[in-house]
């Protein structure tokens, strides 16, 4: 296969991937949310159990009418959606999924990337909150923006405590290094990087950028349709490349207790990952939006000092052994 | 001219024209927008010289944090939309002394450099950036690493609820 | 505060229903019929019986009716259910307004739909109709959860069954829609001066 | 403990998920309505006098009624007879508030509530119901419910009990006294 012809099917791959797996979750979203509350959730919408919801909201969001407030900054309102996708696009090109280069972009610095772009998914919200001229909106973009500059904090430091401990920056010599007792050894760090996690992807309980019950929308209270879309597709792609990082970093990524990693390594990835993102909205379903003041109080009092024991612990264990 | 001038040429074209934007658009918020084009440009051309830590770094410290920082305090003070008449941005010197820092800075280069060629090191990966950090440059670090620590102390001091008759707080 | 919709697509797209087939009509109508993110005007004691239709024993969400839309600009059906005063009439229809097309109003319980026990009140819109295009009315007071279930179907028919696909259809004025207008009175001649 | 409660919102909701949903699939499986629910007010013209008390006791005047009088002329009778015809009977039901009082007030019977709950319409117009529609309805009047086996029985069962109780317990000495109230006085 010609180098542009394989760039090709790779990035093919990633976008279908970065539009299927946000709907995947979404629907299972849905059902998840319907029987945890004793529900059924959707039925009618396509013939087996409501499968295709998803898909008549996008065909009802194409048909909606397009809405810009007179007062908002208008080219700035209409880019921010799609820069808000970019970043997950982004990342989703280097999560590997299995051994031997089952990934769309191999790079060696690959935590160091990821860490980096996805801390840009939050310009989009800035943009948004204030390019909107809405006073609920740009309340939303400043949460957000508080938010992720705590946030940002104890998600590199506990990135960076299963680098040291793999020394290496690369995801997929992450995995290789990885050894099934890191899940104690690691173990803080796991819990600090997902809770951060959610909170960068702004995800219950963390949502109060979004704050229906306060801020009727946020970041979102002005935008319709298709525009409004992406921003939901965003927030589920979130989902998934924070439930794949969590997978790859400190869940083993594709090694599996059975050692068939080389032929089936993809499967475990995936079951991973489809596990972690359940867990995602588990706790969506089961946990209130925290307050302002205590979601910054659990980052600075909880996750940071823990991110650092972790590292120190971390330095400790990789000195001794 | 390599695939690499090319690149170079286009993304210095588009970092020029959006810094020229940071400091001459009348819309305050988006100063700060294309700043982070400036700065992603910057990170690219980073990129195209195979310092890729760098350039990742740029991305995450400065779009992630400072630009970040930047546009929520912009936000949290006054953020109007549309034109603000009352920027008070002194042209002439404020062009002066870019131009002198722009002249001065190339001259610098030209006069270091003439026509050599140089080649590229290879890949600045994050060995290289450690190597370089903790062998020949580690006494710098630390004083940089010192200095970091006074200043947050600084901030924990300055920011502790002090006498009580001039925050006008109770503890 | 921007709510005035400044560009509006229903102009340019309301001639396309006659170039697309009618598969393609169809699927738009599916997507419009089983997408009705919901926007609860809960003003009385029929939002209570709307809030039952939401929770696990009747679950409007398996007919599509998702509760998920933060304000009025993410939803496509408006449920006015309660009592509409005139205090709150404005609100009402600044929010419809808001929406985006295409939108379909759900006028839920007596009070909505004509001002039910307060019809006679000073202070009470008698029926919502009167300043929004109410698609279906539901009656009752307040109408059983069951009751919603229904109209919402009803709604969805409608839905499918409507020619255009983008922007919404063509609603005539609610004014327009109701009444019939009322004839200026016939000038009567003075009456003879009594003698 | 501090996480035991956040440990107890997790395991509450993953046991509800994983039980059967108590969720009615209403348009595939008819619901259960409660006995007594209010549906529609069905009518039964063959009980209906025209007395005009319904319409006149409706606190939201739902109800109008237009009839008319013919005369019956009965063989033998000094005079003809006058009876009551109605013409029509029409409730608005975007106006009724479901009180329920014109059914109480019926004295003849021949108005009744009926579960009927699929009546949405997509014209307010089309929500005044005629005699025809309010006489299919009749069909879906469900048989009035059993008493209640724990509760209160009706006034006059408690009443006759009393007594009974009271005059087998006070039999041998006060045979005269009223077993009502007691207080002498019939």
């Known amino acids: 296969m010609p180098a542009w012809l394989d760039l090709v099917v790779r990035v093919l791959i990633v976008i279908i991937v970065i539009f299927v797996a946000p709907l995947v979750i979404g629907q299972t979203e849905h059902k998840v949310m319907a029987h945890m509350q004793g529900r059924l959730g959707p039925m009618y919408a396509g013939a087996y159990h409501g499968w295709a919801q998803l898909v008549a909201d996008a065909a009802k969001f194409i048909q909606k009418e397009d809405i810009t407030p007179r007062a908002a900054d208008r080219p700035v309102f209409k880019i921010a959606p799609v820069i808000s996708m970019l970043p997950y696009m982004i990342v989703v090109l280097v999560i590997p999924l299995g051994p031997g280069g089952l990934v769309a972009q191999k790079l060696d610095i690959g935590l160091f990337f990821v860490l980096a772009v996805f801390g840009l998914g939050v310009i989009a919200v800035l943009m948004a909150s204030w390019a909107s001229a809405n006073k609920f909106a740009l309340m939303g973009g400043l949460r957000a923006a508080a938010q992720l500059l705590g946030y940002e904090l104890p998600f590199v430091l506990a990135a960076a405590s299963v680098a040291m401990a793999a020394g290496t920056l690369s995801l ?28 960068e992807i702004r995800r219950t309980p963390f949502d109060m950028p979004i704050a229906d019950s306060e801020l009727v929308a946020g970041y979102l209270v002005e935008y319709t349709g298709l525009r409004y879309a992406f921003f939901m597709l965003a927030e589920y792609a979130g989902i998934f490349v924070i439930s794949a990082l969590t997978t790859v970093l400190f869940l083993g990524g594709w090694k599996g207790p059975f050692g068939l990693d080389t032929e089936l390594g993809w499967l475990w990835t995936l079951i991973k990952i489809a596990c972690v993102s359940f867990v995602v909205l588990w706790v969506r379903i089961a946990y209130p939006r925290l307050r302002e003041d205590q979601l910054q109080r659990l980052c600075w009092l909880g996750l940071v000092p823990a991110a650092l024991a972790q590292l120190v612990l971390t330095a400790g264990v990789k000195l001794a052994l | 001219m390599t695939v690499a001038d090319v690149l170079l040429i286009t993304i210095g074209a588009v970092v020029l024209g959006s810094a020229l934007l940071v400091v001459t658009t009348r819309h305050l918020v988006r100063a700060g927008l294309w700043l982070i084009v400036t700065l992603i440009g910057v990170a690219a051309a980073y990129l195209v010289l195979t310092a890729e830590m760098v350039a990742w770094v740029q991305i995450l410290l400065y779009l992630g944090a400072v630009v970040v920082l930047l546009l929520f305090a912009v936000m949290l003070t006054r953020a109007p939309i549309g034109v603000s008449d009352d920027l008070n941005r002194p042209r002439w010197p404020g062009a002066l002394v870019g131009l002198g820092a722009a002249g001065a800075l190339g001259a610098l280069l030209v006069n270091a450099y003439r026509w050599e060629k140089v080649e590229l090191p290879e890949a600045g990966t994050a060995e290289r950036i450690g190597e370089q950090v903790f062998q020949s440059w580690v006494l710098p670090f630390e004083l940089v690493g010192l200095l970091l620590l006074a200043a947050l102390i600084g901030a924990i001091v300055l920011s502790q609820p002090g006498d009580d008759s001039v925050s006008g707080r109770k503890k | 505060m921007g ?171 609610p004014a327009v829609l109701m009444a019939e207008p009322v004839p200026a009175p016939a000038p009567v001649a003075a009456p003879a001066p009594v003698v | 403990m501090k996480g035991i409660g956040l440990a ?73 007879r006058q009876r009551n015809v109605l013409d029509e009977f029409n409730i608005d039901f975007a106006l009724c508030m479901y009180c329920g009082i014109c059914v109480e007030v019926c004295p003849f019977g021949a108005l009744h509530w009926s579960p009927e709950f699929e009546y949405a319409e997509y014209d307010l117009r089309d929500l005044v119901h005629s005699r025809d529609r309010l006489r299919e309805w009749v069909m879906t009047v469900p048989p009035p419910p059993a008493h209640d086996r724990n509760g209160a029985g009706a006034k006059e069962e408690v009443v006759a009990e009393k007594a009974l109780a009271a005059a087998a317990a006070s039999a041998p000495s006060q045979v005269d006294a009223c077993p009502n109230d007691g207080s002498g006085r019939i």
């Open chain 4, 8 to 80: 107890k919102g997790l395991a509450v909701t993953f046991k509800t998920m994983t039980r059967r949903s108590t969720t009615q699939q209403y348009p595939d499986v008819d619901p259960e309505l409660p006995p007594r629910s209010r549906g529609v007010i069905a009518h039964i013209e063959e009980n209906c006098t025209v007395c005009l008390l319904c319409a006149r006791e409706c606190p939201d005047w739902a109800i109008t009624i237009e009839s008319h009088k013919e005369e019956v002329i009965v063989p033998g009778a000094a005079r003809a």
């Open chain 3, 3 to 173: 709510c005035e919709n400044q560009s509006r697509m229903v102009g340019h797209m309301a001639g396309l229903p006659n170039v697309v087939g009618e598969p393609i009509r169809f699927v738009l109508n599916w997507g419009r019929r089983y997408s009705l993110w919901v926007f609860n005007f809960g003003l009385a004691c029929c939002a209570i019986e709307f809030i039952a239709a939401s929770t696990g024993r009747h679950d409007f969400i398996r007919l599509g009716v998702i509760p998920f839309a933060h304000g009025p600009r993410q939803a496509d059906l408006m449920i006015v259910s309660g009592t509409v005063t005139d205090k709150m009439a404005p609100a009402l229809k600044r929010l419809y307004d808001q929406m985006a097309e295409p939108k379909y109003v759900i006028s839920f319980g007596s009070c909505a739909n004509c001002g039910g026990p307060y019809w006679d009140a000073y202070s009470v819109t008698k029926g919502v109709d009167q300043i929004i295009p109410v698609d279906v009315f539901v009656p009752g007071c307040p109408p059983r959860p069951e009751a919603l279930l229904h109209a919402i179907m009803k709604l969805q028919d409608k839905i499918a069954g409507e020619p255009a696909g983008f922007g919404g259809t063509n609603r005539s004025d």
């Open chain 1, 172 to 199: 997929s010599g992450i995995v290789e290094a990885w050894r099934p007792w890191w899940l104690i050894w690691q173990l803080p760090a796991l819990v600090v990087f997902f809770l951060a996690g959610l909170a």
